[in-house]
C-alpha cells in the first residue's frame, strides 16, 4: 500500500466553495445525490478528482449536462476532464448503511442511521475531494419514513421540513461555516431530546439538545450540565464563544472511538453521553464531561480553525485535550486530574514512544492514517501545549492562542501556525521548542543534586537524552521546562520558592547560594515537561517528599518513586525493604491535611505495566509477585488503618460531589487493601459493599475486589450483577472488563471462555473493547507464559479485521511490544504477529500496524 508523505502536500486543485447534499435516506438503500460548485485553484490542467471508496456512479452530470466520456474511475476516484475554471458538477450514487460494518460513512446503530467522516468515511457517502483543506458551505437534504426516523438532524440549522405522502417527510439543514467533508454529520431516528438553552456572554440565544432513545433521557442530565459548563468555560478562559443557534448532541452504540465533533452536530459514543448513579461510576462521569467539553471545545480548535493536512492532526488534537484537561481541572480536584492524565500518559503513550510505533506528534508518514489516533498525537500533543504555557505564562499564551485564532479563522492551518502565534504573541524565539513537532521519543533527564555543606551552596546537575526511534538514530536536544524546588531537610522549608528551569542543552548546571542544611530536590513539579527523570534521591528523600513537598503532583510522584524503587529491587534481588513504603503510606493515610481523593491515588502501588516499563526486559511473573507481595503487606502492617478508612469513608447517601467521589474511591482502595491482607472477612465485607451500594461505583468497586478472589461471593457477584444489568450495554461492558482485569491465575481461561459468551460480540466496539481490550492490558494474563493470549488477541484481530479494520488495529499493539519481553515470549508474540500478516486481504490499518511492528 502507498505510504503518504508530509512533505508532499500540495494545495488542492480545485476547490468546492458550495455543496448541496440530497438523501433518500433507507438503511438498505439509501440514494445521495451531491451538486458540487466546483473552482479550479490555480492554473493547471488536471482533472477534478473526487475521491470515492466503495461509490459506483449512477450518474455525472457537468453544468446539467450527463457526461459520456470524461469521466473515469481511477482506484475508487472519480476523474472529471473539465474545460473550464468554475462548473456544477453533479453525482448520484446508493450506498447501503446498514451493510457498513466499518462505522465508517454512513452506517445504521440500532434502528438510526448516523455518520461519521473522520477522517477518511465522506468519501464512502459521496464523491468529493476529501481532504482538510476543501472548506466548503455545505446545504443537506434528507427524505426518509417519517415513522422509522421522525428525527432529522444535520449540521448548522434547520431551514425547513414537511411531508411527502406515502409514509415519507422531508427536512433541509444549513450550515452558514464553510466546514471541511470530515465536519459533516447526518442522523436519522426515533430519537427525543434533553433541551436546555444558553446565552452567550454577548447575548446571543443558543437551544441546545441532546438526542437519544426514550428510555436513555433520564441519562442525560450530567451531559447537559457538563455542556453549559464548557460553554461558559471556553468565553471565560478563551474568548469563544458558540457561533450557531443550535447545538445538537447524539449518543449512538456503535461507534469506533468516543465521540465526533462535527459541526453543530456532536455524534457521540453513548458511554460518553450517559450517565446516572446507578449505572455509572465517578469514573464514568468525569469521562462524560471531559468528552462533552472536548467535543464542544473543537467548536473553535479544529472546525473554526481546522487542520491543513492530517500530518497536523495534533495542532487540533493536542490543544484541544489540553483545553479539556484544564476544563476539568477547574471543575473538581486539579490535583487528582493532573495525577490522572499524568497516569493516562505513562500508561498510554510513553510505551508508544518507546516501541516500533514511535512518532513525532505531527508524523512525517503514514499508511492509514486512521492508525494516527494515538496517545502520542492526543496526550503527548497535550503535554507540548502545556509546556508552552509553562514556559510563556498564562497571559502570554492566552494572547498567542487568539492571535491564532484571530490569524487562521475559517481556514485549515498548520502546527507551524499554531508555533508561530505563539511566538509573535509573546515575542519568544521557539525555533528549538519545534523540536518536540518534529521528534519521537521521551527524553530522560538525569538530575543529580549535591550539597556543599561548609559553602552553603547546592550545586544541581542536568543531562538530557533523547532514545532513538523508527526512522529517527539521532536526536537533538530538547527545551524541556522544569518546575524544581530544593526542601530543606531538617526546616522542610523551600529555599527561595520554586524556579522554572529550562534545560535546552544536552547539559546544564544550576547553583543554588545560601542552602544552609541538605537539600531534597522536588523536580518536574506539576510534571511540567513529559520526560523520564532519573534523580540520585535516597528513599529517606522520596519518602520525606512523600509528606512534605507542597506540589501535590510531586508528592504523589514521590510516593510512586518510592514504591517502584521498592518494587524493582524486590523484582531484581528477590526481595527488597517494605519499611519505607508501609511508613509513607501510614503517614499519608493520617494525614488530616489531605483529601480522601489525593490519598486514594497516593496510596495505590502503580500498575504492573509500569513496572514492566522501568525494567530492561519484562518479567510479568516476577512483577506480579513482587507487587502482590507489597500489598499484602501494606494490607497486614496497616490492617487497622484501612479498616479505619473504609469506616471514615462509609458511604452515606449518594451524592455527586468532589468530596463524596473522594470518599468513595479511599473507601473501595481500603477495600481492596483489606482484602490483599488476606483479612477473612474480607470477601464478606465486599459482598456487603456490593449488595447494599446506591450506586454504580460503590457497587463495580466491590465486585472489581471480588474478581480478584478465590471466594464463593465471586460467583455470586457475577451472576447477581449480569441478572440485573444484561439488558444495558454500557454497564454489561463493565461485566466483561472486570473480569479481564482480574488477577486470578485461571484470567486466560476466563477471558477465552467470556468470548463464547451469548452477550459477546466483534460488532460493537464497545463490546469487544470491553473484553479484549481490558484483556491485552492485563499484563499477567495476556502475557501468559505458553502465548494463549497472543494467541487469543491475533485470531480477534483477524476476525475484527474483516468487519472493521479501523477498530482491527487498534487491538495490534500490545503484540508489538515484543522487544521487551524474554525470548520465549518475544518468540511468541513475533510468531502471532507473521500469522496476522500472512492473513490475506488484510486491511491497510491492520497491515500498517503489524509490518512496522515486526520491523
Ligand atoms: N476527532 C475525533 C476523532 C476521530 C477519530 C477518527 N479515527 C474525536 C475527537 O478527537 O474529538
Ligand atoms: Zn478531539
Not at 471545545?297 to 479539556?324: A, P, Y
Not at 484571530?406 to 492551518?413: L, M, S, V
Not at 469506616?647 to 460531589?657: M, P, Q
Request: hydrophobic share 40%; charged share 25%; proline share 5%.
Amino acid at each position: 500500500p502507498p505510504v503518504i508523505h508530509r512533505e508532499d502536500y500540495r494545495p488542492p486543485e480545485w476547490l468546492v466553495p458550495d455543496i448541496a447534499l440530497d438523501f433518500a435516506l433507507d438503511p438498505a438503500a439509501t440514494r445521495v445525490r451531491a451538486r458540487l460548485e466546483v473552482q479550479r485553484n490555480g492554473e493547471h490542467a488536471h482533472p477534478l478528482r473526487l475521491d470515492g471508496d466503495g461509490l459506483v456512479p449512477l450518474s455525472v452530470l457537468v453544468d446539467g449536462a450527463p457526461l459520456a466520456d470524461s469521466w473515469r474511475l481511477d482506484g475508487g476516484a472519480l476523474l472529471i476532464d473539465l474545460p473550464g475554471d468554475t462548473h456544477i458538477v453533479e453525482t448520484e450514487v446508493e450506498i447501503a448503511p446498514e451493510a457498513n460494518s466499518q462505522l465508517m460513512g454512513l452506517y445504521a446503530s440500532g434502528g438510526l442511521l448516523c455518520t461519521q467522516c473522520e477522517a477518511e468515511g465522506f468519501r464512502r457517502i459521496t464523491f468529493f475531494p476529501d481532504r482538510p483543506d476543501v472548506l466548503s458551505r455545505y446545504t443537506v437534504r434528507m427524505e426518509a419514513d417519517r415513522t422509522r426516523y421522525p428525527i432529522l438532524l444535520a449540521n448548522g440549522d434547520p431551514v425547513g421540513a414537511g411531508e411527502l405522502g406515502d409514509g415519507r417527510h422531508w427536512a433541509e439543514w444549513r450550515d452558514p461555516f464553510l466546514k471541511p467533508c470530515y465536519l459533516f454529520a447526518l442522523v436519522a431516528g426515533d430519537l427525543v431530546a434533553n433541551r436546555a438553552n444558553f446565552t452567550t456572554r454577548s447575548g446571543r440565544e443558543v437551544d441546545l439538545a441532546i438526542w437519544v432513545r426514550e428510555a436513555d433521557l433520564p441519562k442525560t442530565d450530567h451531559a447537559m450540565a457538563a455542556l453549559k459548563a464548557s460553554m461558559a468555560w471556553d468565553e471565560h478562559v478563551y474568548g469563544r464563544e458558540y457561533d450557531l443557534a443550535m447545538f445538537n448532541i447524539v449518543a449512538v452504540s456503535d461507534f469506533n472511538f468516543g465521540a465526533m465533533e462535527n459541526k453543530g452536530l456532536n455524534i457521540f459514543n453513548s458511554r460518553y453521553i450517559l450517565a446516572d448513579p446507578e449505572t455509572a461510576t465517578d469514573a464514568d462521569f468525569d469521562a462524560v464531561a471531559g468528552v462533552v467539553a472536548h467535543e464542544y471545545f473543537h467548536n473553535w480548535s479544529g472546525n473554526r480553525v481546522t487542520c491543513r493536512d492530517w500530518f497536523q492532526l495534533s495542532l487540533k488534537e493536542g490543544f484541544t485535550v489540553f483545553r479539556d484537561q484544564c476544563f476539568s481541572a477547574d471543575q473538581g480536584s486539579a490535583a487528582v486530574k493532573r495525577i490522572e492524565d499524568v497516569r493516562c500518559l505513562r500508561a498510554a503513550q510513553f510505551p508508544e514512544d518507546a516501541g516500533p510505533l514511535a512518532h513525532p506528534i505531527r508524523p512525517e508518514s503514514y499508511i492509514e492514517i486512521s492508525n494516527f489516533y494515538t496517545a502520542t498525537v492526543y496526550n503527548k500533543g497535550a503535554e507540548v501545549i502545556r509546556m508552552l504555557r509553562t514556559m510563556l505564562g498564562a497571559e502570554r499564551f492566552r494572547q498567542g492562542s487568539d492571535l491564532y485564532f484571530e490569524r487562521h479563522d475559517g481556514t485549515a492551518a498548520t502546527c507551524e501556525d499554531f508555533v508561530r502565534a505563539m511566538e509573535d504573541a509573546s515575542g519568544e524565539d521557539l525555533t528549538d521548542f519545534r523540536r518536540w513537532y518534529s521528534q519521537a521519543g521521551t527524553p530522560r533527564v538525569k538530575a543529580s543534586l549535591s550539597h556543599d555543606a561548609p559553602g552553603g551552596r547546592a550545586r544541581l546537575e542536568l543531562e538530557q537524552t533523547v532514545p532513538a526511534t523508527p526512522g529517527q538514530p539521532e536526536k537533538l536536544a530538547m527545551p524541556i521546562p522544569l518546575r524544581i524546588a530544593l526542601f530543606g531537610e531538617r526546616s522542610g522549608e523551600i529555599f527561595g520558592g520554586e524556579q522554572l528551569v529550562l534545560l535546552d542543552d544536552e547539559k546544564h548546571e544550576i547553583l543554588f547560594e545560601g542552602i544552609s542544611e541538605r537539600p531534597i530536590l522536588s523536580i518536574n513539579r506539576g510534571f511540567s515537561a513529559p520526560v523520564i527523570v532519573e534523580t540520585n534521591r535516597t528513599a529517606d528523600d522520596l519518602a520525606f517528599l512523600s509528606a512534605h513537598d507542597d506540589d501535590p503532583f510531586a508528592r504523589y510522584e514521590a510516593m510512586q518513586q518510592l514504591m517502584l524503587d521498592t518494587l524493582v529491587a524486590r523484582i531484581a534481588h528477590g526481595s527488597a525493604d517494605h519499611a519505607p513504603v508501609i511508613q509513607a503510606v501510614r503517614d499519608t493515610l493520617a494525614d488530616p491535611a489531605l483529601d480522601a481523593a489525593f490519598v486514594a491515588e497516593a496510596v495505590l502501588l502503580p500498575s504492573e505495566s509500569f513496572i514492566g516499563d522501568q525494567m530492561p526486559l519484562v518479567d510479568p511473573d516476577a512483577i506480579h509477585r513482587a507487587r502482590e507481595a507489597l500489598r499484602t503487606d501494606l494490607g497486614r502492617s496497616l490492617l487497622t488503618d484501612w479498616r479505619e478508612a473504609y469506616a471514615a469513608n462509609a458511604a452515606n447517601r449518594y451524592e455527586y460531589s468532589p468530596t463524596a467521589k473522594g470518599a468513595r474511591r479511599l473507601r473501595t482502595v481500603s477495600l481492596g487493601y483489606i482484602a490483599a491482607s488476606g483479612a477473612a472477612d474480607a470477601p464478606a465485607l465486599a459482598f456487603d459493599q456490593f449488595g447494599q451500594a446506591d450506586n454504580m461505583t460503590d457497587r463495580q468497586g466491590a465486585l472489581g475486589v471480588l474478581a480478584n478472589s478465590m471466594s464463593p461471593e465471586r460467583e455470586k457477584a457475577l451472576a447477581a450483577f449480569y441478572e440485573r444489568y444484561r439488558g444495558d450495554a454500557l454497564v454489561l461492558d463493565k461485566w466483561f472488563t472486570t473480569q479481564a482485569l482480574s488477577t486470578r491465575d485461571d484470567t486466560v481461561e476466563q477471558v477465552e471462555r467470556l468470548a463464547a459468551h451469548p452477550d459477546f460480540t466483534i460488532a460493537n466496539p464497545n463490546r469487544l473493547r470491553s473484553l479484549v481490550g481490558a484483556f491485552a492490558a492485563n499484563q499477567r494474563a495476556f502475557h501468559d507464559l505458553a502465548g494463549r493470549g497472543y494467541r487469543f488477541l491475533a485470531d480477534m484481530v483477524l476476525r475484527v479485521d474483516r468487519l472493521n479494520p479501523q477498530t482491527a488495529a487498534k487491538l495490534v499493539p500490545p503484540l508489538g511490544r515484543w522487544r521487551r519481553f524474554d525470548a520465549t515470549r518475544a518468540a511468541r508474540m513475533r510468531a502471532e504477529l507473521e500469522r496476522v500478516l500472512a492473513a490475506p486481504d488484510l486491511s491497510r490499518d491492520v497491515f500498517e500496524q503489524v509490518s512496522k511492528s515486526l520491523a
